[in-house]
């Protein structure tokens, strides 16, 4: 067929992604206090959509994954200009902590990472970018992470993390959204190619949580069933109740509570 069109390629139960005539799959993930460590994107299995949120001052990452379907790819270079949507524009954005390679290097890799304090830094020839670490890590405002010469091999996911701060408290940020995505330039097959990834979104919240409840027989260690206990907040107020099945509500806010059997 035409090697040029422009083609849309499905991957597993989510992934959408526009690929050239080489085949590279871009998608990206956030992970968030609220997703217990797991990296996620926005759309289900079901297809329903997921809110993501972020907790005031708190710490998340995204989780940029690139899979090489075609030709062995070459100089790939991954930029983040960080949470500056494609198509939707961010309420509000974290400060810039680190980037892990780790798993790139482990597969024998040799990313090189790039920093900018500008938010459209171009390509790294363009003379925005450094090597440097920041001493101030809110400086920066766009990543981007150079795999030299190597080869990115057919079949295998190769990703980078990249580790942001949320912004302290304000109620006028509660449940507004930052947007965030990736892009890709490599060479495969002698053509040169570049992507766009999805689009994740975050909202922000204050911090919540979770409670889990077993309770035994103090003599013989069975666990026991049909019990019920409350959890009452300072005032007094019933903020979840809990039963050997589950707790009533997702989350509920941090802090101090009282658990009373009923």
């Known amino acids: 067929g035409d090697t040029g069109e422009t083609l849309v390629y499905n991957r597993g139960e989510v992934s959408v992604t526009r690929v050239m005539a080489t085949q590279m799959e871009?998608?990206?993930?956030?992970?968030?206090?609220?997703?217990?460590?797991?990296?996620?994107?926005?759309?289900?299995?079901?297809?329903?959509?997921?809110?993501i949120r972020a907790y005031f001052g708190h710490e998340y990452s995204y989780k940029l994954n690139l899979y090489n379907t075609g030709s062995p790819a070459e100089h790939v270079v991954v930029y983040d200009i960080l949470e500056e949507g494609s198509t939707t524009a961010s309420q509000w954005k974290g400060t810039f902590q680190r980037v892990d390679t780790s798993q790139a290097q482990n597969l024998g890799l040799a990313p090189v990472v790039y920093y900018s304090a500008a938010t459209s830094p171009g390509p790294l020839e363009s003379g925005s970018w450094t090597r440097t670490v920041p001493a101030d890590p809110a400086w920066v405002k766009a990543v981007a992470?150079?795999?030299?010469?190597?080869?990115?091999?057919?079949?295998?996911?190769?990703?980078?993390?990249?580790?942001?701060?949320?912004?302290?408290?304000?109620?006028?940020?509660?449940?507004?959204?930052?947007?965030?995505?990736?892009?890709?330039?490599?060479?495969?097959?002698?053509?040169?190619?570049?992507?766009?990834?999805?689009?994740?979104?975050?909202?922000?919240?204050?911090?919540?949580?979770?409670?889990?409840?077993?309770?035994?027989d103090a003599e013989s260690g069975e666990v026991l069933t049909g019990y019920r206990f409350q959890l009452l907040?300072?005032?007094?107020?019933?903020?979840?109740?809990?039963?050997?099945?589950?707790?009533?509500?997702?989350?509920?806010?941090?802090?101090?509570?009282?658990?009373?059997?009923?």
Request: hydrophobic share 30%.
């Open 233 to 262: 907040a300072a005032d007094g107020t019933v903020a979840a109740t809990l039963t050997d099945q589950a707790m009533d509500t997702e989350e509920i806010p941090t802090g101090p509570y009282i658990l009373q059997e009923v």
């Open 145 to 216: 992470v150079d795999f030299g010469s190597g080869f990115m091999k057919t079949a295998r996911d190769v990703y980078v993390e990249v580790f942001l701060k949320a912004p302290e408290a304000r109620e006028d940020l509660v449940g507004k959204r930052t947007v965030n995505h990736f892009s890709v330039s490599y060479t495969a097959a002698d053509q040169e190619t570049s992507l766009d990834s999805n689009e994740v979104q975050v909202s922000l919240d204050h911090p919540k949580g979770t409670v889990s409840l077993e309770k035994t």
């Open 26 to 51: 871009l998608k990206k993930y956030v992970s968030t206090p609220q997703t217990g460590g797991h990296y996620r994107t926005n759309r289900q299995e079901d297809g329903t959509t997921r809110n």
